[in-house]
């Protein structure tokens, strides 16, 4: 065996129109080597690996693998070297069963030409499915699937292309802890056959449980490249962020139990929640803790009037008010910022200011007219107040990285000045920095009276960020715990119902 | 309800509501007309709408690709005047011309696909432009008159038979078997799934979107000469407004049969049962003498009807 390393990607730059992309970075991936690359969004990250998947082609440097200088046109030409690359979104087509999704382009042919031979198709991919402890179907649509399944059907994917390297853009994001360590497990085990990893996380815990090297990517350059045995989590955020930060996880004032400003007694909706109650105080914020499909989303939902409660109460500062349809939930001050903020949060194509003040619009308007000078006016103001990073009100949404796309969206329900703040997964694939300001940003509106409940998978966030923390489990409440005393392990435990104490990711 | 359960009668609806409807079309004929059910109507309605169903069949594929073809009452109009002329004013061979016809009709749906892969054209806007360039070859090739004396060789496709079965049934039926296969055994026909359901993502696997693309708008244009050529035998002459209107017929008997408007839904069997609909609404209502302009506020009405059976068993099926 040769002693070149796999890849070698070395002085790759890559410009697009007013933006230096990446400028002459290095990058070595060993045999059997889990290289995590981290980094702020818009570091540089998917740029570098869209070169490496041969969709972009560099402005110069060269890419070297097993030491002979290649060109890539396209992922099919990347595929054939053996590079791989499971995405970020999902890309699964949901119509298709399992079996088609992991073998498409590459269907073994049947007995006569263009046709194909379905059986061993649904014979191959029930093999690579159990070669990860996988119990799904292949012949099952995608569609059918919970979002972490489908996630584990993509690792089958690009398992079964055979590849010498993999690069996992966020493979966990929508990953329960357990099965977060599963795909780890067969992560190290490709590592043990000699497979490379290439694998991008803003989850610094993972980055550390799982890699053998780090490397940061900050403003298009390779800041650097060590041994995770050399660094420390704060290290790596010093080097992501390029400045000293003080805490991820900053406590808002020792929150003054306010008065109860949300109570709920015994909801419940078929099939999603049962039984369901709590207080939330003003001022507080209340974490909301439990697997994938716990029911968490749905209880937000339910108490956003999306799909209403079957029966039990709902109480604003009092009052008992009925919520049957979102437009209820907004009149009595209640807000949602949803899990996925693109498909039911944004209107991608629209303008930041537009975005801000949408909620708004049908009381600004006088004989259904917009005074667009009023409306930037207060699209202004929340673009300062939240600190939202946009070159103009008139920037498109789609333009802004996940942070801002974040705040602008909680900046549209903070023109409605709601008392009840629900956010789910709030910092979902958000990098370090802008998770930062969220936080913060939450501890104010908190300081301001708003209560707030988070839906969080992220235990660390929970137990950093909440005041306190419930924990879901088949629909139903099952513990209520205080951060400051409470473990990763006492929640995951309540989470998955087992004496058992979970994982936690370390 | 579980949700297994749900499931499974949403998806039994969406497959059945065209199905139903076809039933309760024949229910209802049979009972407000005597003539409905005679073995020689049943016939009649399988052979009058032989190019409907050719025509849908290739629309389904362009649809179920998240594509759209416009174009095809004009490219019928054209292949069928074309093929036409070419036997009638200059004497061609009748099967010569017929194959030149075919040809013409996948070269007008492979330009179709040339401007939406290599000119990133939106394919309502190829097609539309197509349907209009199309129709005016027409006009000008017929010189607004129609077209006749093709010939007993011609005409047999749509009124000969073949043993005891009528010519144009069983085009279709081939049609209908020939493409079904391509869909549901062929690699190509996954492909056209696949780019339906995710195009980005079909690249990325390696799957030929361009070649898939050209090729099916190909043999959408390709059919829809077929079509052409099976109404211009059927009416012994190829008039120049031939086919107006044939698209939107098409488009119906797709989306009455389960073939989404957004791509990688549905399938060949529905097309079929839906364009069997369509034709055996329109007999039922000739037979029941309801003249032609209420007849297609009728159909409008049943269209939106299916459809919106179809849309409520699919928010039942997400839950």
Not at chain 1, 445 to 471: F, K, Q
Not at chain 2, 29 to 48: E, K, M
Not at chain 2, 261 to 276: D, M, N, Q, S
């Amino acid at each position: 065996m040769s002693t070149q390393p796999l890849l070698h990607m070395t002085h790759i730059s890559k410009s697009f129109p007013g933006v230096q992309a990446l400028s002459g970075v290095e990058l070595t991936v060993e045999r059997g080597e889990i290289l995590a690359l981290v980094g702020e969004n818009g570091a540089g990250k998917s740029t570098l690996m869209r070169i490496l998947n041969g969709v972009f082609a560099p402005d110069s440097g060269q890419i070297l693998w097993n030491g002979q200088p290649v060109t890539l046109h396209s992922p099919h030409d990347a595929q054939r070297l053996g590079i791989s690359m499971i995405h970020q979104e999902l890309a699964l087509i949901p119509y298709l069963d399992v079996g088609k999704n992991i073998y498409l382009g590459r269907e073994p042919t049947g007995s006569l030409p263009g046709t194909i031979n379905w059986s061993k198709l649904y014979a191959q991919a029930r093999q690579q499915l159990d070669c990860l402890g996988l119990d799904i179907d292949p012949r099952r649509q995608v569609r059918f699937l919970p979002l972490a399944q489908q996630q584990m059907v993509e690792v089958a994917k690009a398992l079964s292309l055979d590849a010498r390297l993999i690069v996992m853009d966020e493979p966990t994001s929508s990953l329960t802890e357990r099965e977060v360590e599963t795909l780890f497990q067969q992560i190290r085990a490709l590592r043990a056959q000699g497979v490379s990893v290439i694998y991008i996380s803003h989850r610094l815990e993972e980055v550390f449980a799982i890699a053998d090297r780090v490397a940061v990517l900050r403003d298009g350059s390779l800041v650097g490249c060590k041994p995770v045995a050399d660094l420390t989590p704060e290290q790596v955020i010093r080097m992501m962020v390029g400045r000293e930060l003080s805490q991820v996880y900053e406590k808002g004032d020792e929150a003054s139990a306010g008065d109860v400003v949300l109570a709920v007694e015994h909801l419940s909706r078929e099939g999603a929640i049962q039984d369901v109650t709590f207080r939330l105080h003003a001022g507080e914020i209340l974490g909301v803790a439990g697997l994938v499909g716990a029911g968490r989303t749905e209880l937000a939902e339910t108490l956003f009037g999306v799909h209403p409660a079957t029966s039990g109460t709902i109480r604003l500062n009092g009052q008992e008010v009925t919520i049957q349809r979102p437009a209820q939930a907004i009149r009595s001050g209640i807000a949602l910022v949803p899990e996925d903020r693109k498909a039911a949060g944004l209107f991608l194509r629209m303008n930041v200011a537009t975005n801000i003040v949408m909620a708004l619009f049908g009381r600004l308007a006088r004989w259904g007219i917009i005074p667009w000078a009023r409306v930037e006016q207060i699209a202004g103001d929340f673009v300062e107040r939240l600190d939202i990073r946009t070159p103009s009100l008139q920037q498109r949404v789609r333009n802004l990285s996940g942070g801002n796309q974040q705040k602008v969206v909680i900046a549209r329900w903070l023109t409605l000045e709601p008392e009840v703040l629900i956010l789910d997964e709030p910092t979902r694939g958000i990098d370090v920095g802008a998770k930062a300001e969220i936080y913060r940003l939450m501890h104010q509106l908190a300081g301001r009276g708003v209560g707030i409940l988070m839906i969080s998978s992220e235990l660390p966030e929970i137990l950093g960020v909440s005041d306190r923390v419930l924990v879901m489990r088949e629909g139903r409440l099952v513990g209520e715990f205080d951060p400051r005393t409470a473990t990763q392990d006492d929640l995951m435990s309540a989470a998955t119902g087992s004496g058992d104490s979970g994982r936690n990711g370390q | 309800m579980t949700v297994a359960r749900r499931n499974a009668l949403a998806t039994g609806l969406r497959r059945g509501t065209v199905i139903l409807v076809l039933l309760a079309l024949v229910i209802f004929f049979s009972l407000t007309s005597d003539r409905f059910l005679q073995g020689r109507n049943l016939v009649n309605i399988a052979v009058q709408n032989a190019h409907v169903i050719v025509v849908a069949v290739g629309m389904t594929m362009v649809m179920l690709m998240g594509g759209i073809d416009l174009s095809v009452g004009s490219v019928a109009a054209l292949a069928g005047a074309i093929s036409a002329g070419l036997i009638a004013r200059d004497g061609w061979a009748v099967g010569t011309a017929m194959a030149a016809g075919l040809a013409l009709g996948f070269i007008a749906g492979l330009t179709n696909g040339v401007l939406i892969v290599y000119g990133k054209l939106p394919p309502f806007v190829a097609t539309l432009a197509m349907l209009g360039v199309a129709r005016g070859f027409t006009l000008v090739y017929t010189e607004g008159r129609p077209i006749s004396g093709m010939g007993d060789a011609y005409t047999f496709w749509s009124r000969g038979e073949i043993g005891p079965i009528p010519a144009p049934l069983v085009v279709w039926v081939v049609i209908v078997a020939l493409v079904w296969l391509l869909l549901t055994r062929t690699r190509f026909g996954l492909h056209i799934y696949a780019i339906g359901g995710n195009e980005e993502t079909a690249r990325l696997a390696g799957v030929p979107v361009n070649r898939v693309k050209l090729l099916t708008f190909g043999l959408s244009g390709f059919l829809a000469a077929l079509a052409g050529i099976l109404l211009t035998a059927r009416v012994f002459s190829a008039q120049p407004q031939a086919g107006a209107g044939l698209e939107l017929d098409a488009i119906a008997a797709s989306v009455l049969g389960g073939v989404s408007l957004f791509g990688g839904v549905g399938g060949i069997p529905g097309t079929a049962v839906g364009a069997l609909l369509v034709g055996t609404l329109g007999n039922g209502m000739n037979l029941l003498r309801v003249a032609s302009y209420p007849q297609q506020v009728i159909q409008g009405a049943v269209l939106v009807m299916a459809v919106a059976v179809d849309m409520y068993a699919k928010r039942l099926e997400r839950g």
